[in-house]
């Protein structure tokens, strides 16, 4: 059943392409998106790489606009990573081309199956909110 739906989301997704980044520098933008100011060693333990890897990957980042780096004001030898405004815009249109197609493929299922599947992911949601956070339930969300 997950291989099914990593495949399925795979395929709809893939309609909305994710170029000029590669999977893991779209991964770095996502953490950066949400942890603002990372720095480059923190940002190597989160994709589980090491900082020269990561590094090359945020040169790469950097070049292409998304990335901005600055040192930071506590510890000059420290720099923090921050996701630049064309990331943010580049963020922002992959996610509304993604819900573009993924609105296609719904629009074509039965209104009945729709509810069934919304309910199957609030279900899903909490199940990996409780095994995430371990508070029952919070992961259940209404559209």
Do not use: Y
Not at 88 to 115: G, H, I, S, Y
């Amino acid at each position: 059943m997950t291989t099914t739906a990593v495949e399925l989301l795979e395929v709809v997704w893939g309609r909305a392409s994710t170029a000029p980044t590669s999977a893991s520098q779209l991964r770095v933008l996502h953490i950066l998106e949400h942890h603002d100011g990372i720095n480059l060693r923190t940002l190597a333990e989160s994709l589980a790489s090491t900082p020269p890897s990561t590094s090359r990957l945020c040169d790469r980042l950097v070049a292409a606009g998304f990335v901005e780096r600055a040192v930071s004001a506590q510890d000059r030898r420290e720099v923090r990573l921050h996701l630049s405004g064309r990331g943010r815009a580049f963020l922002a249109d992959l996610r509304a081309r993604r819900e573009r197609e993924l609105q296609t493929v719904l629009a074509d299922m039965p209104p009945a199956k729709r509810v069934a599947l919304l309910e199957g992911l609030e279900a899903f949601c909490a199940a990996a909110a409780t095994q995430i956070h371990g508070v029952p339930g919070s992961g259940s969300r209404t559209a």
